[in-house]
């Protein structure tokens, strides 16, 4: 595979790569460009004893290299939504003489960051066809709606207004003249005919592009950094795991609904991972004692972003526990396992870091303030095998546009590499 982890393939990946599912796509692409096969879940598989695999669920991926050894697995895991605001089922509305689309935010988004931004759509729709439903991608990266902040003038309190999620983060698309259907507008815009379209998952997304900021261009600005920095830093790391196969069966794993909880058909407490696993296992010839044998000598890297130190708020981070950017990937402890890690996976990642001559940061919330969650916990409870959150250090998690260390992107996808190739499979 030829994708080699820079910064400016980031802002690329990220640009290209909207919703869920244009992550799916975008990541499809790159295995399928470099020999990797699309497996239907719906249909057995007869595979050979080599091979290099993919599967689709919805805006969920997982892939993998096959090489017929009886191998423990390495797994590297993301997710590929990120907050932001989404369309309601019945988005036309009107107020003031404005037309409207009714908006809802998804996750937890930090609502302020989404003001008086262009914003385009992206998502996908469900269409039918005679008796049956195709989906299509639809992608529209062009000022179309904006949720208008109110003027100061008109604030009661002048710091600031408090926005309610049910009224003020509608989207303004257009004034005066006759109500125009949204749905129908987006159905034109993809050469669909409006009547056919039965179902649609859609969102907003921010129309600046992703760029090196700072003085040293050493800093990266760009949306949805949470979670797709990761995405591609996995996807790098895969890609050098194929190269070079080390002691266990590299494995890919990018999980949709992570903002949400992740329990849904395609999330991180879904039947995804445990069963392609399985799969792969009695594809090898196995049965369910191999399966099982695999999944006890096998780890799990959780990677989500991490928080760094904010300059202006340092007395809201863990005093002991100062995370800087393009300092080096960061493990992630919690006592009560809002983090899986626990000391064996901890002690793998340390391994990693040290094989790929990276520096490791430890990172700690504090104790009295709520801690969020990842993949990692569901992940470890559903699989059984030993799993450890990792992540690149970030500002303005949750905000419409991040902020992340640009030399971070080389050290995150080389410690995940090293994480995917182990000289020796580490036995429970």
């Not at 992550?23 to 990797?36: D, P």
Request: proline letters at 7%; aromatic letters at 6%.
């Amino acid at each position: 595979m030829s994708v080699t982890a820079t910064p400016a393939g980031l802002c690329a990946f990220v640009d290209a790569s909207p919703s869920p599912f244009h992550v799916v796509h975008t990541v499809a692409n790159e295995l399928t460009a470099n020999g990797f096969r699309e497996l239907s879940e719906s249909r057995p598989w007869d595979l050979p004893a080599a091979g290099r695999y993919f599967v689709v669920r919805g805006g969920s991926i997982v892939a993998w290299v096959e090489t017929g050894a009886s191998q423990p697995f390495r797994v590297v895991g993301a997710h590929t939504d990120s907050p932001n605001l989404r369309v309601k089922q019945h988005p036309d509305l009107t107020s003031a003489g404005w037309q409207l689309v009714g908006l809802e935010p998804y996750g937890g988004a930090w609502l302020n960051s989404w003001l008086d931004r262009d914003l385009g759509i992206s998502g996908r729709i469900t269409v039918r066809e005679g008796n049956a439903l195709s989906e299509k991608l639809i992608r529209i990266d062009e000022p179309l709606l904006r949720v208008p902040q109110l003027a100061i003038h008109l604030s009661e309190d002048r710091r600031g207004v408090s926005l309610d999620p049910q009224r003020h983060v509608n989207a303004v698309w257009g004034v005066g003249g006759a109500p125009r259907s949204f749905l129908g507008y987006l159905a034109e815009r993809a050469a669909i005919d409006p009547d056919a379209v039965l179902g649609w998952e859609l969102m907003t997304h921010d129309l600046t592009p992703s760029a090196p900021v700072g003085r040293d261009l050493d800093l990266i600005s760009a949306p949805r950094l949470d979670n797709q920095a990761t995405c591609y830093a996995g996807l790098c790391a895969f890609a050098e795991a194929v190269a070079e196969p080390g002691a266990a069966t590299p494995v890919l794993v990018m999980f949709d609904h992570e903002e949400v909880g992740s329990q849904s058909d395609r999330g991180a407490h879904s039947d995804l991972l445990p069963s392609i696993l399985e799969r792969i296992v009695l594809a090898r010839g196995g049965g369910r004692s191999e399966y099982l044998a695999a999944l006890a000598g096998s780890i799990l890297a959780s990677g989500d972003m991490a928080h760094a130190t904010h300059p202006n708020y340092p007395e809201r981070h863990e005093p002991a526990h100062q995370i800087e950017v393009n300092g080096g990937p960061v493990l992630k402890v919690n006592q009560n396992l809002r983090y899986a890690t626990d000391a064996v996976g901890a002690g793998a990642f340390a391994l990693a870091c040290a094989q790929a001559e990276v520096p490791l940061q430890r990172y700690v919330h504090r104790a009295d303030l709520p801690c969020g969650s990842t993949i990692g916990p569901m992940s470890a409870a559903r699989t059984g095998m030993t799993t450890v959150d990792v992540g690149a250090p970030q500002l303005a998690m949750h905000s419409a546009r991040e902020l992340m260390g640009a030399q971070d992107v080389f050290a995150y996808s080389a410690v995940l590499a090293a994480f995917l190739t182990p000289a020796d499979a580490t036995p429970r």
